[in-house]
């Protein structure tokens, strides 16, 4: 018996008005849906916990079964993890922005005219950096997607007890780092993190790139500046806590870097484009061949395009993409056998928020021995009426796993 | 007003295609329950919570209000509260097998050849060992059904960070126990139990009971094989936690331990077999003179046949020990006075799974000042559109002391 968890992004929403006071979901048409809901068990799920606004990332790693309040401690190993760095427990994470600031460090552009060009030249010179009185401290960049990097410090007596250099605004200086706590490990990142950023101008400056930036009348990226520190947490590996053997199957750098983070494989769809337009043909094709052709026995699986009309306000366009993923994906996914099949949102984005909020979203669970339930539409308001009632995030891999037969028992 | 919690050890169960898609309990013709859920609230309950798969043990310890991670140290304090062992926080018990070795100590039979015999006189040359070095060492031995025993160890610095001696197959060699931490207490723990182990083979192998089976051309019960350690937690008294005079009624070892370990008198059912062919009359009677003749003001009742046939794959015999219980136990239940009664279970023992699963239990609770709902029928399906929705085996106790008026306002 296989499981699958197929979160669609940002899918719970609010009543809309001009949608007769409907949500996109409930306006859709989605048969399939609807058909996997009817002949499944359905129910209402706060990904974290009632009234907690989450993040994508967050209420992933809720669903996995982690706690994020343990585990989240900053954006930078997410990022670290989903630009596919190999970082360890105890190592210290950023993302960073390749940024311009003037020769008195007052900054220009956070994102360096939102740079276009492949920044692994620079990206190779940053990471001959040796700061003097830390040559014990690994200090590893690796590049992102347009402007962004990720920076990883990896060493003995490390804390991410430190503030941010980023000011957030331009024509600010950029700030010094301190530390947030009396440590001498606080203090010594600190240190150490403000001679990085400085050493990352003198290294910037006058690179070839950025002179023919300047030559091109284009303002040069010429230093990095860190934020979203982390310290990468130990946590024990999916596979382990749950006996399976996962993958990931998902639009975005941030699902990817939560399922690095907890181990997964991951299986990478052509065409998808974390939008409305992504190629869903493609996506139940990668689908269909990781459940019927490989050894992974559990999925976990982000469609992201409804999320992104949700941040947009977007009403007609999260209802139109919902009834495609429906009519592509869902009409495919009912068919499945020796499966158990969940499908879910991370969190709602309604198009009134603009944003993501706490409402709690729709769930429903398929396949071999649920209680069938007599919910016959998978939307935020029939499915309250089904047989989980209200679950949480973090109920949700025990009960998938429970169905699949791969829990113990506790006790006798 | 008194108050009860009567548990159908295994009652949940999944839709079973040949009850036409219906669980043991929906199909069951239930005319008393049913009227007593529909006088009463009704819902769904995990008993430790969604997801997870609970014991027996594990569920009632939830269900009486205790942490079963907390207090669940092992199965060893369980047993040794079952056979009437009067064990103190802090001792170290084990479940023990009289078990058959040759004389290089491989195990020839974990049971002794499932030793019929009473095993008292074994017992008695048990307890009267003494180890060299650990003179301030209690060594209690119990015998319990058949093979099985008891052992405990009581005095200062020992632990429960030990392994396991039990190779659990035969023709291997007896384990060599090993501190799992690197204690004082652990390693003296693990040298006592070694030498216990040796020093049993010692007194057993020419015990006239063993020479008197080897004439007869039966294995000897020469050795003792314990297993299962845990440290006896330290808990409240449950009468004091919840201001009850208690008593449980129940079938098995097991139960009868917990509520032991509660510290509730006990009071046995004559005829009672812990299976579907158990005397029903007898111990429906026992509760209602328990209920209306005695000072008790709290019950915790277990009547195990469900979870029998839930492990034998039994629908139809499930189904009508369901109905037998309906009709000799629930029809003189529901024309009691001045009592709060619930009914649930500790557990599903799904007939298409053959253990226990983590499906939440029906629950309804029946009495004086509920707010009755609408639900008609007690089952796995309807129970879920009740007035208690979703809660959990460690709100039970908590919701029936209330409104039983015994508890306290939490402020002003």
């Known amino acids: 018996m296989k499981g699958m968890i197929l979160v669609i992004d940002g899918l719970g929403d609010r009543p809309v008005q001009k949608l007769g006071n409907k949500t996109p979901l409930q306006k859709a048409n989605t048969p399939n849906l609807d058909k996997i809901a009817e002949n499944g068990i359905n129910g209402i799920m706060d990904s974290i916990a009632p009234g907690i606004r989450p993040g994508s990332d967050t209420a992933h790693i809720a669903i996995l079964g982690y706690d994020p309040y343990a585990v989240y401690t900053g954006r930078g190993p997410f990022e670290a993890f989903g630009v596919g760095l190999n970082i360890k427990a105890g190592d210290i994470a950023f993302r960073c922005n390749f940024s311009t600031v003037d020769d008195e460090f007052i900054v220009v552009d956070r994102r360096a005219g939102r740079i276009k060009e492949d920044t692994s030249p620079l990206i190779e010179e940053l990471n001959k950096m040796k700061i003097e009185g830390y040559e014990d401290i690994e200090i590893i960049f690796k590049k992102s997607t347009g402007h962004r990097a990720v920076l990883v410090l990896r060493g003995a007596n490390l804390s991410d007890e430190i503030t941010d250099a980023d000011p957030k605004v331009v024509e600010k200086p950029l700030k010094t780092v301190y530390p947030t706590e009396n440590s001498s490990n606080a203090k010594k990142t600190a240190d150490l993190l403000n001679k990085i950023i400085k050493e990352s101008y003198n290294v910037l400056k006058n690179h070839p790139l950025n002179l023919n930036r300047i030559g091109n009348n284009e303002i040069p990226a010429n230093i990095v500046i860190p934020r979203g520190v982390g310290i990468v947490p130990e946590v024990e590996e999916f596979n382990k806590k749950y006996g399976l053997n996962s993958a990931c199957i998902a639009e975005t750098g941030l699902i990817i870097g939560i399922a690095r983070f907890a181990g997964m494989d991951i299986i ?23 459940v019927n052709n490989t050894d992974h026995d559990f999925f976990l699986i982000n469609i992201k395009g409804a999320d992104e009309s949700g941040h947009d306000g977007n009403a007609e366009e999260k209802m139109k993409f919902i009834e495609k993923v429906d009519k592509i994906v869902f009409s495919k996914i009912s068919q499945l056998q020796n499966i158990v099949t969940i499908v879910t949102a991370d969190h709602s984005t309604p198009v009134t928020v603009k944003d993501h909020s706490a409402d709690p979203v729709p769930v429903l669970i398929y396949g071999n021995g649920v209680r069938v339930d007599d919910v016959k539409r998978f939307n935020e308001i029939d499915s309250v009426k089904g047989g989980l009632l209200r679950i949480r995030g973090s109920d949700l891999m025990n009960i998938l796993t429970d169905l699949m037969d791969k829990t113990h028992k506790f006790g006798a």
Request: a negative charge; hydrophobic letters at 35%.
């Open 268 to 290: 990478e769809v052509e065409g998808s484009t974390g939008s409305v337009n992504t190629n869903l043909d493609k996506f139940i094709d990668t689908i269909l061949n990781a």
